[in-house]
């Protein structure tokens, strides 16, 4: 079956440790998507990569890190510089083609960080 | 900039009961525009869309029209059932420059439907 998958889907981590989290699609997908969602609000961009080897920032991207290095992959790092990552983490996935397709989303990462 | 606005919830109807969840936009150009839901502890699903005006989207039951002049895309279905609890997202995809297919995304709407 052809998706997202995302792991683990809960993660606990010390303050001051850095995580990094899993992001796969088997879609052939060019676009790839990192979002943070936060009880009661939206989500909201942190990374997005429209092609290999390529990544942009979010609206949020200060303390974390991406990679690109494979269509298929796009781990995020939540580093110790993030002041509040403890959120719930979504990775999603468009196909390239026209530019305003939607978007596909993995299950989600639920970080904790005390 | 591009923006989208929902209703804010949360939203309590009875099983069977008319759902409406509005949904404005402001955004430069023509985005086009979608409703995902999400279920508790669950990733966001693809609901319905729409890419250009006058479009109408549906699925499920539910349905949404994409309308220009009102810059609008509220949300409905004639009856609710208990399943349909959800929190529900509006969302616009950008076009041009950079950020070419990037969503925006309103706060949400949670939606409970009791028995």
């Known amino acids: 079956d052809g998706g997202i998958t995302q792991s683990p889907k809960y993660l606990f981590r010390k303050e001051g440790q850095n995580v990094t989290l899993s992001c796969e699609q088997n879609?052939?997908?060019?676009?790839m998507y990192w979002y943070r969602q936060d009880p009661g609000q939206g989500l909201r961009l942190i990374y997005y990569?429209?092609?290999?080897?390529?990544?942009q920032k979010g609206d949020i991207a200060e303390g974390y890190s991406v990679s690109r290095e494979k269509k298929e992959s796009f781990p995020l790092t939540v580093t110790s510089a993030q002041k509040n990552p403890t959120a719930f983490y979504l990775c999603a996935s468009r196909a390239g083609t026209g530019g305003l397709g939607e978007q596909y989303f993995g299950p989600g990462t639920r970080l904790t960080v005390t | 900039g591009n923006s989208v606005t929902q209703m804010e919830g949360p939203v309590t109807l009875s099983e069977e009961a008319f759902l409406t969840i509005n949904c404005t936009y402001t955004?430069?150009?023509?985005?086009?525009l979608f409703w995902y839901v999400q279920y508790p502890g669950e990733g966001l699903q693809l609901l319905l869309k729409?890419?250009?005006?006058?479009d109408k989207g549906s699925n499920k039951g539910f349905e949404a029209t994409y309308r220009k002049e009102t810059t609008s895309f509220h949300l409905e279905k004639g009856s609710v059932q208990v399943s349909d609890s959800a929190v529900y997202f509006c969302a616009l995809s950008s076009r041009g420059g950079g950020s070419q297919g990037n969503l925006i995304f309103g706060k949400g709407t949670k939606l409970s439907v009791k028995p």
């Open positions: 955004a430069t150009g023509y985005p086009s």
């Open positions: 990569s429209q092609i290999v080897n390529d990544f």
């Open positions: 729409a890419t250009k005006a006058d």
């Open positions: 879609l052939n997908h060019d676009a």
